[in-house]
């Protein structure tokens, strides 16, 4: 039987037990003459006290299960504030790293950036080179090229003049000396 079945039973006792008390009063034996009101009073300090020893039991197992229910959801509280703390602690971790591998990442493209450069420093340095060889083999050639013209245009012209001297005669004393000096380097020779 449940505390709603006991609390009716005493309920009906305590009303039977006040109509037997008027019964009696009213067959002439034994019993009291009790006003409405301090019947009520009587069942109503009955009622109390049952609900003061049967509620008790109920109040103090509904407060150790609300006591047990807020202890439990305490400790899921404080297992949720553990993950969040691991988890701030992972994302905190990951983020130290991922500075760090940006770092790393910033600083090889600045070796990468200076490489490329020194190598295209390099390049242009040889390609410089090159044309300053280039230019310089380009004008050598041309100089002994004018070199050349000029050696043919001296010779030409030497031709000419030895030519329009020959075509006009040599003269006597020109003739002897020529002579002479031929005779004298044949002579040399021998």
Known sequence: MGIMGTI???ATEAHAVHSELAEGAA????????????????NLAILVGILF???RKVLTNILNERQSNIATAIQEAEGRLKEAKIALSQAQEQLTQS????QRIRKSAEENAQKVKE????KAAQDVERLRQTAAADLNTETERVIAQLRQRVVAQALQKVESELKGGIAENTQQSLIERSIAQLGGQA
Do not use: K, S
């Open 53 to 55: 020893y049967f509620g």
């Open 99 to 102: 500075q760090a591998e940006a």
């Open 119 to 122: 190598a295209l420093l390099a």
């Open 27 to 42: 067959e002439g034996g034994f019993g009291l003459n009790i006003d409405i009101l301090e019947t009520n009073l009587i």
């Open 8 to 10: 009716l039973l005493l």
